[in-house]
């Protein structure tokens, strides 16, 4: 009867390990990218942290995409409250 691997030897991913995953999956960042992007927030004052944890938190509440008429070429994300510093962002379809 094979042995059972023991819960020690299973290797689960540690927060900085899910980190670099999700950076990885980001276009154009790959996994030692990642993992430098990951280091310097680890490295940086825990603020710096706190404060991309909270943006990426409401990123969604601050920025709806508005779904174009089929004609339109581009879609359109817009600020849903307008501030004195708004962006329009444009992407392509």
Known sequence: MPE????????????????ITLFSKLPGIGKKSAGRIA???LDNNPALAQTLAN???????????VVPAAALPKAILV????????IILLSAL
């Open 55 to 65: 943006e990426l938190a409401g990123l969604h509440q601050a920025i709806r995409h």
């Open 4 to 19: 059972k691997e023991s819960e020690s030897a299973v290797r689960r991913p540690n927060a900085l390990d899910r980190l």
């Open 39 to 41: 280091y310097h927030i």
């Open 79 to 86: 600020l849903s409250v307008p501030t004195p510093d708004a």
